[in-house]
């Protein structure tokens, strides 16, 4: 396979393609942010998008209980999603990481930095089977 001449080696080639997508036994929830996939989380159990945004609500209310303003917020968390964004890793990172920067994504959108639905940056959540509720 010949690497394109931007890729200066094959390491760097695949630090880029590191995100995969995680599946679970109920599908996944993927983050975004400036047209690339920073973060795939898999579903089921008690891993479920319910559960995602209400520990996302926690930890904004507990940032406001403990001093901090939304500005700082604000800052913490963009700061945190752009670092995972442009860092160029050697290694996967682990699974702590992963629902960290997906915590970072969901409290940026529960602030109203990020759009859930932004063509850009948000969420898409893909699940196994279509939920009959809906389809009626």
């Not at 630090?15 to 795939?40: F, R, T």
């Amino acid at each position: 396979m010949e690497i394109s001449s931007k890729f200066d080696s094959l390491e760097n080639f695949l630090c880029i393609i590191y995100i995969m997508i995680a599946q679970g036994i109920d599908g996944s929830i993927n983050g975004y942010y400036k047209n690339k996939l920073i973060v795939s989380r898999p579903l089921g159990g008690i891993r479920s998008v319910e559960n995602y945004i209400k520990d996302a609500d926690a930890a904004v209310l507990e940032g406001l209980r403990t001093g901090w303003n939304i500005k700082r917020l604000i800052k913490l968390n963009l700061n945190h999603v752009k670092l995972w964004r442009y860092k160029n890793l050697k290694n996967t990172p682990r699974e702590d990481d992963k629902d960290c920067l997906l915590l970072s994504l969901l409290m940026l959108i529960k602030l109203k930095v990020i759009d859930i639905d932004g063509d850009r940056e948000g969420l898409l959540i893909m699940p196994l089977r279509k939920n009959r509720s809906l389809c009626r």
